[in-house]
């Protein structure tokens, strides 16, 4: 009852009331049976390399960058056995395209970049190693972008040399790369230190950039100080220490911008003062990034101590002058203009200045001139004039109106000098009261009038005496 597969075999031949079939039947059973177990083998192995070849796509197109095979051919060309997807995105030419034909991958590929490529495929050959290349490609939307090839050349199993690659889209980080270096020949080329330090709470903070200057400056290098957070801060002088990191605490709490002068050492080994400048930016994690520079500022404040000293021994000296010490410029057309009086003004004068000499010199001028009485203002303007003209010390007394008491002083004037660039010339000089001085020379013009005029009395009267006229004086031991 065993079915059987049968094949036969026959040959017509015609006769006189139609054909006549010569054959024969053999039982094939065997070789069906064999043929249909290759076919189910066939459609089996089919079946396992769809579901390979869609694991490998699903994984493949799925991978960031272009998944591919290359192998090369008996002529030295170079052809695909596998290419993923991504071709699409990251070139703008279809997987198929290239599948097709190797060269139009290299068609998008930069002409200046093009040999290197192919150069590095030749070399991994030689040595069979991995190779890396960085290449710039035209996509087809137009724009350039830059990618990275890694491949790995090894011998399949047929004996034919293949490649094993990816290519990955590497644009963000060599713009970045080129971000990073216009960053640093900007910050390096700035006249101080640029750097990034990030604080967060309850913790030291850290460097997280800067400038090659930093070096110039402190003698640490860009590791040392990004790799320890005290680098810097060890080298602030004591008594400034507290002064810089709470303005750091400070400006992070109140997120405002922090200008801190302070003394540090520096790579020299002096101890220099340096200023620095820096603005906070919050970060999500409750950190606070500082973006800020250095300056040394040791010119600078060195200086404005100096002046500092100067300016205070001159106010000691100037409280010292007996009267009003002054500095003012002739502009020309009696016009002037004062720049500084110091505060003998307010007993000399009863005059009070708001203080702002910038803004109030004009008016100090206006005022000064007001109290000087009208018949003598006539020869302090002449004085003036002359001494511009001849660039000699104007000296000149007048009397003045006291402006709270109403009582009339005799002033002198005793001023030098300075013709300016502008054409106007600066005087520097003092108003000192010399009304007693005044006093004493009328009293003692006065009498010497009286005496004079009495002298010339006796002898108009003595010489019209008949006779001799004299005084004698008694001298005894």
């Keep these: 009852g065993a079915q059987r597969w049968m094949r036969t075999s026959a040959t017509p031949r015609k ?15 065997e070789e069906v049976e064999r043929r249909e177990r290759l076919i ?60 097709e034909d190797f060269g139009l991958f290299l068609s998008v590929v930069a002409e200046e970049d093009r040999p290197r490529l192919l150069a590095g495929l030749k070399a991994s050959t030689e040595d069979m190693t991995r ?43 060599k713009e970045g790369e080129a971000a990073e270096q216009r960053l640093r020949e900007i910050t390096d080329s700035l006249p101080g230190v640029v750097y990034q330090y990030r604080m967060a709470p309850q913790e030291v903070g850290a460097y997280t950039m800067i400038s090659d200057q930093g070096e110039k400056l402190f003698g640490a290098t860009r590791h040392e100080v990004l790799s320890n957070p005290m680098a810097l801060i060890s080298l602030v002088t004591g008594a400034d220490r507290a002064k810089l990191i709470g303005g750091f605490i400070l400006g992070a709490k109140e997120n405002r911008d922090i200008e801190v002068t302070y003394r540090s050492k520096v790579a020299s080994g002096r101890e220099a003062w340096l200023r620095t400048y820096a603005k906070p930016v919050p970060q999500p994690d409750g950190s606070v990034a500082w973006s800020g520079f250095t300056l040394d500022v040791t010119n600078e404040v060195t200086t404005r101590l100096k002046l500092e000293a100067t300016e205070q021994r001159l106010g000691e000296i ?12 002739a ?3 009696n016009r002037f203009e ?33 109290i000087v009485l009208e018949e003598d203002r006539e020869a302090l303007r002449l004085a003036t004039e002359a001494s511009i003209a001849s660039e000699g010390p104007l000296r000149c007394d007048f009397r003045i ?16 000098p300075r013709r300016q660039k502008d054409g106007s010339t600066a005087f520097t000089g003092v108003w000192q009261d010399i009304s007693l001085a005044k006093t004493l020379e009328l009293e003692l013009t006065t009498t010497r009038d009286k005496a004079l005029a009495a002298e010339k009395l006796v002898r108009e009267v003595t010489d019209n005496i008949p006779g001799a006229v004299f005084q004698r004086r008694l001298l005894t031991d």
């Design 318 to 329: 100037v409280k010292a002058v007996p009267g009003m010490v002054y500095r003012f410029r």
């Design 338 to 370: 004062t720049s500084f009086v110091s505060d003998g003004i307010r007993e000399l004068t009863g005059i009070e200045p708001a203080g702002d000499m910038a803004a109030e010199g004009n008016l100090i001028s206006e005022q000064l001139s007001a």
């Design 401 to 416: 109106r006291h402006a709270k008491t109403g009582d009339v002083r005799w002033l002198r004037t005793i001023g030098t």
């Design 15 to 29: 006769t006189a009331d139609g054909f006549v079939w010569n054959g024969w039947w053999n039982d094939v059973s």
């Design 40 to 99: 189910a083998t066939e459609r089996a192995l089919r079946d396992v390399a769809e579901r390979a070849e869609k694991r490998l796509r699903a994984i493949t197109d799925t991978v960031p960058g272009i998944v591919f095979q290359l192998r090369r051919n008996a002529d030295g060309s170079i052809g695909v056995n596998y290419v993923s997807k991504a071709t699409e995105e990251l070139l703008g030419i279809s997987r198929e395209a290239v599948f």
């Design 331 to 333: 502009l020309g057309d």
């Design 131 to 173: 190779r890396e290349n960085i290449s710039r490609v035209r996509h087809a939307d137009g724009s350039t972008r830059w990618i990275k090839n890694i491949i790995t050349p090894r011998i399949d199993d047929d004996g034919s040399l293949v490649w094993d690659g990816i290519t990955v889209d590497v644009t963000a980080l």
